[in-house]
């Protein structure tokens, strides 16, 4: 079993810029971030391997930059250029795979893009 802790969410103005993170119990393979917004389906951020190969969903690409520290097991998502559309609640995932969901979430944090 894998705990996720994130931290990092809150309100933004557009264009401005985010920082999460997200710890794990132990070291694992992949490590990323999901969003949800209302009324929607839950879909890719980005993801990162412990080897440094990187997913990122194409909305995203150019604004934002997925890192990861293995010696502390954590995973940080860089948001910049923020946009309105960006708003979201943001998952931690881990498993074992790049181009799917891995089997472990965190609880969640809220992104919100607004003036």
């Known amino acids: 079993q894998v705990q996720l802790v994130e931290s990092g969410g809150g309100l933004v103005q557009p264009g401005g810029s985010l920082r999460l993170s997200c710890a794990a119990s132990?070291?694992?393979?992949?490590m990323g971030w999901y969003r949800q917004a209302p009324g929607k389906q839950r879909e890719l951020v980005a993801k990162?391997?412990?080897?440094?190969?990187?997913n990122y969903a194409d909305s995203v690409k150019g604004r934002f930059t997925i890192s990861r520290d293995n010696a502390k097991n954590t995973v940080f998502l860089q948001m910049n250029s923020l946009k309105p559309e960006d708003t979201a609640v943001y998952y931690c995932?881990?498993?074992?795979?790049?181009?799917?969901?891995?089997?472990?979430w965190g609880q969640g944090t809220q992104v919100t893009v607004s003036s």
């Open positions: 990162i391997t412990s080897i440094g190969t990187t």
């Open positions: 132990r070291i694992i393979f992949t």
């Open positions: 995932n881990a498993g074992s795979v790049l181009y799917s969901p891995g089997e472990y």
